[in-house]
């Protein structure tokens, strides 16, 4: 294909375009348990017009042209500041996402460890093995090891092992709050005092929980202490463009002390232009981010966000107990937060994840234990009692026909 000699329409773009996608999974119809997340028609509405509002701004240029989309940025990280429970010398940034977010917290910490240690010596991370591949990421790019530790039996990270493997070039622990795979916050309390004991920075990232688990919290659900009131954690991650319902690409960080923030920001002088500061791993950002996170937290505000969280925890509860009632099927864990997995004892789960992929349903997979997995939203409300007669269905055809040979499907992201 080439860059088109005459120009085209919209009109006929746009049914070019619909066409394209005629095939793709059909994610408001909850066909798919990851990637996208919904909460009502009236926040996907504010999304787009806030984020097309500001869709040719800059936030890059937030200090020097656009006042107002800075200002949007600052108010969205202090309610983050205030939701995560963070001191007064706390600051925030606004990302793009949540491999970003690490990855500058990961660079945050290298800085802090060379302050200590100098740069000869080649520093670690030390993490529960259910930690985001984007902490492996951070480690390729800044030559850091990242030593994966085996869980507990209870699927969480196991404190004793982790202190076990911490040595002296050891400059980073993580928790999960939850992690990805089980959706399980990780023992951030006993992780915090790890890391005191040790002078250890501990990294929460909480992208996929941070914007949803301090209202299952205010909810009374019984949900551990996860963010800046321990005070072992040093700096957090949570993902707006995930349960804070917010439209890609957007993400907070945040650190307990400004002077590990500095550290972490890119400060350059010598080149035509002069000075460029940032402190995000990016140049150009979208407004439309910045802005569209600004409408959505004030639209929703806190009892907006309850509400949503009562509905994502009963819906989670009745897809747990569902699953339960189909023979053969086992909840690797009971959902804390957002996330399903389970497996089977005596079918092969993949096999069964097979039949739902033939029925349109896409399914998350879990290697260890083997096992099905969703993220969910409330895309999947309505759709729960056909997912889980497609599921029932689909074990019992993996049961009648166990000569069939094992799924080749392979987990992945
Ligand atoms: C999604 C996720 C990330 C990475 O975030 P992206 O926005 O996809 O870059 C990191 N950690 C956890 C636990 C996540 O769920």
């Given at each position: 294909?080439?860059?088109?000699?005459?120009?085209?329409?919209?009109?006929?773009?746009?049914?070019?375009?619909?066409?394209?996608?005629?095939?793709?999974?059909?994610?408001?119809?909850?066909?798919?348990?990851?990637?996208?997340?919904?909460?009502?028609?009236?926040?996907?509405?504010?999304?787009?017009?806030?984020?097309?509002?500001f869709m040719s701004e800059?936030?890059?240029?937030?200090?020097?042209?656009?006042?107002?989309?800075?200002?949007?940025e600052d108010e969205v990280?202090?309610?983050?500041?205030?939701?995560?429970?963070?001191?007064?010398?706390?600051?925030?940034?606004?990302?793009?996402?949540?491999?970003?977010?690490?990855?500058?917290?990961?660079?945050?910490?290298?800085?802090?460890?060379?302050?200590?240690?100098?740069?000869?010596?080649?520093?670690?991370?030390?993490?529960?093995?259910?930690?985001?591949?984007?902490?492996?990421?951070?480690?390729?790019?800044?030559?850091?090891?990242?030593?994966?530790?085996?869980?507990?039996p209870d699927l969480r990270?196991?404190?004793?092992?982790?202190?076990?493997?911490?040595?002296?070039?050891?400059?980073?622990?993580?928790?999960?709050?939850?992690?990805?795979?089980?959706?399980?916050?990780?023992?951030?309390?006993?992780?915090?005092?790890?890391?005191?004991?040790?002078?250890?920075?501990?990294?929460?990232?909480?992208?996929?929980?941070?914007?949803?688990?301090?209202?299952?919290?205010?909810?009374?659900?019984?949900?551990?202490?996860?963010?800046?009131?321990?005070?072992?954690?040093?700096?957090?991650?949570?993902?707006?463009?995930?349960?804070?319902?917010?439209?890609?690409?957007?993400?907070?960080?945040?650190?307990?002390?400004?002077?590990?923030?500095?550290?972490?920001?890119?400060?350059?002088?010598?080149?035509?232009?002069?000075?460029?500061?940032?402190?995000?791993?990016?140049?150009?950002?979208?407004?439309?981010?910045?802005?569209?996170?600004?409408?959505?937290?004030?639209?929703?505000?806190?009892?907006?966000?309850?509400?949503?969280?009562?509905?994502?925890?009963?819906?989670?509860?009745?897809?747990?107990?569902?699953?339960?009632?189909?023979?053969?099927?086992?909840?690797?864990?009971?959902?804390?937060?957002?996330?399903?997995?389970?497996?089977?004892?005596?079918?092969?789960?993949?096999?069964?994840?097979?039949?739902?992929?033939?029925?349109?349903?896409?399914?998350?997979?879990?290697?260890?234990?083997?096992?099905?997995?969703?993220?969910?939203?409330?895309?999947?409300?309505?759709?729960?009692?056909?997912?889980?007669?497609?599921?029932?269905?689909?074990?019992?055809?993996?049961?009648?026909?166990?000569?069939?040979?094992?799924?080749?499907?392979?987990?992945?992201?």
């Amino acid at each position: 294909m080439k860059l088109p000699e005459q120009g085209v329409d919209w009109a006929e773009l746009e049914a070019e375009m619909t066409a394209m996608t005629s095939a793709d999974i059909d994610w408001r119809r909850g066909r798919t348990p990851l990637y996208t997340f919904f909460a009502t028609e009236n926040v996907n509405a504010i999304g787009k017009q806030a984020f097309t509002k500001f869709m040719s701004e800059n936030a890059l240029g937030g200090k020097r042209a656009f006042f107002g989309v800075k200002r949007m940025e600052d108010e969205v990280l202090a309610i983050g500041l205030d939701l995560f429970h963070a001191p007064s010398d706390a600051q925030g940034i606004m990302t793009t996402g949540g491999t970003e977010s690490i990855v500058l917290a990961v660079k945050g910490c290298r800085d802090w460890f060379r302050t200590r240690r100098g740069t000869a010596r080649r520093p670690n991370i030390v993490a529960p093995s259910s930690v985001h591949p984007a902490f492996d990421k951070a480690g390729e790019l800044m030559d850091i090891p990242i030593r994966r530790i085996p869980l507990g039996p209870d699927l969480r990270a196991d404190v004793a092992l982790i202190s076990a493997a911490v040595d002296e070039d050891t400059m980073m622990v993580v928790g999960s709050a939850p992690c990805f795979p089980h959706g399980l916050v990780d023992p951030i309390e006993s992780l915090g005092d790890l890391a005191l004991e040790r002078d250890l920075w501990l990294h929460v990232d909480a992208c996929v929980g941070g914007y949803v688990a301090p209202f299952v919290r205010m909810l009374g659900r019984p949900l551990p202490a996860f963010d800046l009131e321990i005070a072992g954690v040093r700096s957090l991650s949570a993902d707006l463009h995930k349960f804070g319902f917010c439209p890609k690409p957007a993400s907070t960080l945040f650190y307990r002390y400004a002077e590990d923030a500095e550290r972490q920001a890119f400060d350059f002088d010598t080149w035509p232009n002069g000075r460029l500061a940032t402190n995000t791993l990016v140049g150009t950002r979208p407004a439309g981010s910045v802005a569209a996170a600004w409408a959505i937290l004030h639209h929703l505000g806190r009892t907006g966000y309850v509400e949503i969280a009562r509905r994502l925890m009963e819906m989670m509860d009745a897809y747990a107990e569902g699953v339960e009632s189909i023979e053969g099927l086992r909840l690797w864990t009971r959902p804390e937060l957002t996330i399903l997995n389970f497996g089977a004892e005596e079918i092969d789960i993949f096999s069964v994840a097979d039949h739902m992929t033939r029925d349109g349903w896409l399914s998350g997979l879990t290697n260890k234990p083997r096992g099905i997995h969703a993220m969910m939203a409330l895309q999947h409300e309505p759709v729960r009692e056909e997912y889980l007669a497609g599921l029932r269905a689909a074990v019992e055809a993996v049961r009648r026909a166990p000569q069939d040979r094992p799924s080749t499907l392979r987990a992945s992201y």
